[in-house]
T-cell receptor
Framework: DSGVTQTPKHLITATGQRVTLRCSPR?????VYWYQQSLDQGLQFLIQ???????AKGNILERFSAQQFPDLHSELNLSSLELGDSALYFC?????????FGPGTRLTVL | KNEVEQSPQNLTAQEGEFITINCSYS?????LHWLQQHPGGGIVSLFM???GKKKHGRLIATINIQEKHSSLHITASHPRDSAVYIC?????????????FGTGTLLAVQP
């Protein structure tokens, strides 16, 4: 158990819908990272937050957005969902350089 | 060309064999991670290293910064080692710990 929690574990929805994925970092970790793992693209970095502020952006679509709240949990919002958004979404947290991964949310878009 | 390349992509071994998975990268890095992902998806961080060699149980990871290459070795392999092993580098090009991932090596250890 990494200490990072993600909810929900599984999410099934339809194209065009909007979903919110939630991540709670390890106690004391200020950084949260979001990653997408799809069959064709592998693991890709989406976005990083540090203590409530966006720190870095990767291959995140404009339809996706994220935020980190004062209690340091983070949410990833995915809107206008497409079939190709079906993937595993991981968050990770860190306080220094090592990252600890959550169990992931498996999103299926039908 | 991917910034992080792993080989082999797939590996089948017999229980007890010594296993090596290789990772080469083309960007400047501040550290390299080896991750393990079991069926079902969870990712576990095995090693983070920036120089030399680290050992944890039957796992050994080495890195050669000059040659931009790392290896993960598994001694006395066991079926429970069957998983995807992913190399990820921490890119040193900005004020972030952004990870760039290899495509993974699928390891199957047969009894």
């Amino acid at each position: 158990d990494s200490g990072v929690t993600q909810t929900p574990k599984h999410l099934i929805t339809a194209t065009g819908q909007r979903v919110t994925l939630r991540c709670s970092p390890r106690s004391g970790d200020l950084s949260v990272y979001w990653y997408q793992q799809s069959l064709d693209q592998g693991l890709q970095f989406l976005i990083q937050y540090y203590n409530g502020e966006e720190r870095a952006k990767g291959n995140i679509l404009e339809r996706f957005s994220a935020q980190q709240f004062p209690d340091l949990h983070s949410e990833l919002n995915l809107s206008s969902l497409e079939l190709g958004d079906s993937a595993l979404y991981f968050c990770a947290s860190s306080v220094s350089n090592e990252q600890f991964f959550g169990p992931g949310t498996r999103l299926t878009v039908l | 060309k991917n910034e992080v390349e792993q080989s082999p992509q797939n590996l089948t071994a017999q229980e007890g064999e010594f296993i090596t998975i290789n990772c080469s990268y083309s960007v400047g890095i501040s550290a390299l991670h080896w991750l393990q992902q079991h069926p079902g998806g969870g990712i576990v961080s095995l090693f983070m290293l920036s120089s030399g060699k680290k050992k944890h149980g039957r796992l050994i990871a080495t890195i050669n910064i000059q040659e931009k290459h790392s290896s993960l070795h598994i001694t006395a392999s066991h079926p429970r080692d069957s998983a995807v092993y992913i190399c990820a580098v921490r890119w040193n090009g900005g004020a972030t710990n952004k990870l760039i991932f290899g495509t993974g090596t699928l390891l199957a250890v047969q009894p």
